[in-house]
């Protein structure tokens, strides 16, 4: 069985870095694209980043171009999100999701399995 487990969400001030880790266990990490989304309060969830198997390419919404940087370690069955320069209207819940593709996909019904979420709130 599949388990995604977020880890590093937190309180941080605006301007501020966050980085946000998702080990996986259970089933194959090999061969599947990783992603993160996000869900703010009384909104819909959101894509945020992916990256493809094994790592060449990446996808990103474009309100954290520029800012978040989206890297897997394949040895150690372990996706990131590095946020920099954060804003408040980056809180959210953040989950860490496994495709059912190899490609960085920003479609969220090509996501078979999902992590808890970790809060991340960023305060003005």
């Known amino acids: 069985q599949v388990q995604l487990v977020e880890s590093g969400g937190g309180l941080v001030q605006a301007g501020g870095s966050l980085r946000l880790s998702c080990a996986a266990s259970g089933g194959t990490f090999r061969l599947f694209g990783m992603g993160w989304f996000r869900q703010a309060p009384g909104k819909e969830r959101e894509f945020v980043a992916a990256?493809?198997?094994?790592?060449?390419?990446?996808n990103y919404a474009d309100s954290v171009k520029g800012r978040f940087t989206i890297s897997r370690d394949n040895a150690q069955n372990t996706v990131s999100l590095q946020m920099n320069s954060l804003k408040p209207k980056d809180t959210a819940v953040y989950y860490c999701?496994?495709?059912?593709?190899?490609?960085?996909?920003?479609?969220?019904?090509?996501?078979?399995?999902w992590g808890q979420g970790t809060q991340v709130t960023v305060s003005s």
């Open positions: 990256v493809s198997w094994p790592g060449g390419t990446t």
């Open positions: 999701a496994k495709a059912r593709v190899s490609v960085a996909t920003v479609h969220a019904d090509e996501y078979l399995y």
